[in-house]
């Protein structure tokens, strides 16, 4: 067994971020490769790292012996299918999110991965903020009793990344031009269904979900306005995504999941966006940056008082008691980060995975559970917001491994 991994990056504007990441597990991963069909963004790519080999044909880098894994950060239309022929090529994965986009492909990964035995993680950092690893911490002693209802949004204003200079539709334009549902779920869904203890031993599993999809208005405004009056663009019709869409997932255990998903609507960005109900405390993430988390555990000479009796608390002030392990041990170097610190949990926890021959933090069922709430969500939606049932991904084994 290797003690240092080799590492190539796939896709060279988000895998930049993960660069400095990189220095920091010195000894334990080294960046070897990187790889971009765009010959622009390969050409900084090796001016940045002069060092390491640069490939533009994913197909040439998978044949290298050199390397043992990949970090996939393409368009996400292309992440299952790149994952599938790593791990046959016998890379170990480090999947950008969202893991899939069809439900063919995440039967097919996930049999991949079986079939293998290879390591397949999907790097969703939103995981691992600060305030959502001390939550996990909190659910995990159980101050919040049992959790009845959670909820997660992702709701960041990404029109301007919609077009290129030219008016020319990106990844992310069409992903608005041509899906209708919650296209991008797991930055909302990850941290929430890991409190809820979804796919792990008395967490249970998702049943089924429901999708609403309101009308289409903001990116046609801003396409009149800021591209040209005469882009196809400029018509709201043009767009199947409407502004804002809500899902409600129902899990096996009877909890429920409301998840908002919203990249079209003007408002500044506010990175986090999850609340959480149990039945014996509720916590609340902050509104905008800057503002405190806010938690309320109820004490118990309080129970049999009025709710109009009790206040919130932020998060923070339970810091000593409530921090995370992970936190405590790392918190100096995850500040230096990228996402409150979820770039370097994620890769320091990939990396750790294959060498301690262990199952990853975010495995493949996780992955694909979180990641189909974007098919699911486009046949609720065609089924005017009928509730669908998930796949069991586990096909019968249910949450007995994680
Ligand atoms: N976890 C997070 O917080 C986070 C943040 C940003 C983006 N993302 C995810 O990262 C991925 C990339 O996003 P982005 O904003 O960097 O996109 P981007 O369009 O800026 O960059 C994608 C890169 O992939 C390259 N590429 C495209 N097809 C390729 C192929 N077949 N082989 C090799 N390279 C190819 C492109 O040339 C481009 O350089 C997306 O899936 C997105 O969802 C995640």
Redesign the pocket.
Known sequence: MKECISLAI?????GAYLGPVLSTLAGKARLAAV????EA?LRRWQEEHPDVKAYSD?ALLLEDPDIDAVFI????F??ARQAIAALRAGKHVLS??IAIHTLEDAWELIETVEQTGLTYMM?E?YCYMRANMMVKNMVEQGLFGDIVHVEGGYIHDCRTLFHDANGQL??RGELVRDYKGNSYPTHSLGPVAQWLGINRAGGGEFDSLTTFVSRSEATANYFAEHVSPDHPGASPGYWKQGDSSVTLIRTKKGAVITLRYDIQSSRPHNMTHYALQGTRGAYLSERYGGEDPLVWLEKPEESKRHSDHASWEPLWNGEAEWEHPLWKRWKSDADQTG?GGGDFFVLREFVSSILERRKPAIDVYDAVSWSAVSPLSMLSVDLQGAAVPFPDFKRGRSSVSG
């Open positions: 796939v896709g060279g504007s988000r790889c971009d069909n765009n963004a994913y950060a393409t368009p996400l292309l992440h950008e999110v790097a950092n990106t990844w996402h």
